[in-house]
């Protein structure tokens, strides 16, 4: 059996150079919304075409981990995300996906190291791996023994002293630089039209006054000159819900997303936050001022990752997150944000304008708009977005094991350039909008307006797909039911029916948890429920029933 996988250009020239190459790593930075999953995705059906091997995916949060196996399904693949280490991989899935936290556990990566020996690695936004040394050497202990390994970014990286596991660098000026083995940019993305969307950003000057920690009265707009603290306390100031000019641009954002929305009907906004309490407050003024629905994530929430998949298909006008919505989640509806975060990194920056650029196709017009505060910061990296980076390893400066704990605290508050002690002492006393001026990116590059025009959207590139014919591949269990669902997300409801009936029958027979499991695992023949197929999971529930049926 074989099956036609529907590539884009630039998806078919990096699966060709991927196919041709025989180093074991392959590098491939992508803008987001370009289509790195499907990619990588066809670069895995190729692999186990060659040879049957068992396909790892990593990637960096636990909701991207069911988007993946979403994704596998439509390919073709069947991958399990509620892999544990104390268990083995059922037969009826052709791997897992994990998360870069996971695999920075040492027993994890111990334990993933065996599975991962001779298999095919997919590192989803592997700059991740630079984060933190635990991850870093969780990467290289788990999968330096892999047969390949696909790493995939849509961010450029970092310029820091983290060296990212698997990446190739040659020596410049400044020290070593990644070297992607296929790079696609958002401004080859825009000429090639029907991949991104073209991003508008309207940016607001406002004047704000604030109360300092050190009890200093100040003000200013965004055009004044202010040193580090002085930029830092004027945004906040901004973005704070005791002034106007948050509000005055949320407003300004929910009238084009109802404009939006009479051509777009499911069209949606994104405010991405300062952090929860803020979160909940604007989740507060977009549902008391504008009478509409709003739903609002947040780390804290262990159903965070439910609630974005269900805003994701549904037809609520906004969504209000902290940091939950920044990278890799598809939510291709989004057409208008709002940066309302104090986070002034250009990581962070790109990493939440991606979430707009995904094209839909069919749909006429596809302008998306990210409304900003005009802060010289965020101004910058908005007109650098088209601009690709690569990461440069650069001379330590200072050692991270030379701090104490205490002080590592400090330096990561650093990008709030408040200490918690210090923002009880910092009080908001005004702030209002003024002056919008808007730039975006188009096909011609980079174009300022007074006010906002109309320009020709791009053409879908619909006969520009490139048709990849690659084989079937079965599991160890043979090929995979076809259907909507996953095997992973019918393996999840089935060993949730499991766990109900197992405490089912501890309370009615009075035996314990251990003893129960133990017997029905006998029963169905099987050494445990994380490693079973969905055919003895099914078995194992009859097996239950008869059991409860006989008290």
């Known amino acids: 059996m074989s099956d036609r996988v529907q590539l884009r250009p630039w998806q078919r020239a990096a699966f060709d150079k991927f196919a041709a190459s025989e180093h074991p790593d392959y590098l491939a930075v992508a803008t987001p919304g370009a289509g790195k999953t499907t990619f ?10 060659q040879q049957r091997r068992r396909v790892i995916v990593v990637a960096p949060t636990t909701h991207l981990k069911t988007q993946w196996v979403q994704a596998a399904h439509r390919m073709g693949l069947e991958l399990d995300h509620q892999w544990s280490p104390t268990d083995g991989v059922s037969k009826d ?7 870069y936290q996971q695999v920075s556990m040492p027993d994890t990566a111990k334990k993933l190291r065996g599975l991962a020996n001779d298999a095919f690695v997919i590192l989803d936004e592997i700059h991740h791996a630079g984060d933190e040394r635990a991850w870093g050497d969780g990467v290289r202990t788990a999968f330096e023994l892999a047969n390949r390994r696909l790493c995939l970014s849509g961010t450029p990286f970092r310029s820091d002293t983290a060296s990212i596991p698997f990446v190739r660098y040659e020596e410049t000026g400044v020290g070593g630089e990644a070297q992607p083995d296929f790079t696609y940019g958002y401004a080859d993305a825009l000429r090639d039209g029907g991949v991104v969307r073209p991003v508008y950003f309207p940016r607001f000057d406002g004047l704000m006054e604030w109360s300092a920690p050190d009890g200093s009265i100040l003000s200013a707009n965004f055009h004044d000159d202010l040193d580090r603290v002085g930029n830092s306390h004027r ?28 051509t777009h009907p499911d069209a949606g906004g994104l405010a991405i936050c300062m952090d929860q309490d803020h979160a909940r407050d604007i989740a507060r003024l977009i549902r008391n001022r504008y009478h ?49 975060s104090t986070v002034v990194t250009e990581l962070f920056f790109r990493q939440a304008v991606g979430r707009f650029v995904r094209w839909t196709r069919g749909l006429v017009s596809q302008k998306a708009y990210v409304y900003l505060p005009d802060d010289p910061r965020l101004r910058t990296h ?22 104490t704990p205490e002080q590592l605290e400090r330096e990561a508050m650093k990008e709030l350039d408040l200490l918690p002690e210090q923002l009880s ?21 980079l174009t300022l307006f007074d006010d906002e025009p109309e320009i020709p959207e791009p053409d ?27 095997v992973a997300e019918r393996k999840e409801e089935l060993r949730q029916r499991n766990m109900e009936l197992a405490k089912t029958l501890v309370d009615t027979t009075g035996f314990g948890h251990a003893r129960v499991q133990a017997e029905l695992n006998r029963l169905s023949g099987i050494t445990s429920v994380g490693s079973a197929t969905n055919n003895e999971l099914e078995r194992r529930i009859r097996h239950a029933e008869q059991w409860l049926r006989r008290r």
């Open 425 to 445: 002492l910092f009080s908001v006393l005004s702030s209002f909008a003024t002056g919008m001026t808007v730039h975006a990116f188009t096909e011609q590059g």
């Open 460 to 486: 879908e590139a619909d006969g520009a797909d490139d048709a990849l014919e690659l084989p079937e591949i079965p599991t160890d269990a043979g090929f995979p039911l076809t259907g909507s669902k996953s």
């Open 382 to 403: 908005a007109f650098q977005i088209a601009e690709a980076r690569r990461h440069v390893l650069k001379p330590p400066t200072e050692r991270d094991d030379e701090f």
């Open 40 to 49: 990588a995705l066809a670069c895995a059906r190729w692999v186990l075409a």
């Open 93 to 99: 899935v052709h791997g897992i996906v994990t998360t």
């Open 235 to 262: 945004l906040r100031a901004a973005l704070s819900l005791e002034g106007d000019w948050l509000a005055a641009v949320m407003g300004q954002a929910h009238d084009r997303l109802m404009y939006i929305r009479q």
């Open 292 to 340: 509409v629905e709003c739903d609002v994530v947040v780390s804290d929430d262990p159903d965070a990752s439910n609630k974005i998949a269900a805003f994701a298909k549904s037809t609520k006008p906004w969504l209000v997150a902290v940091r939950m919505v920044s990278e890799g989640v598809d939510i291709p509806r989004l057409r208008v944000g709002v940066y309302a």
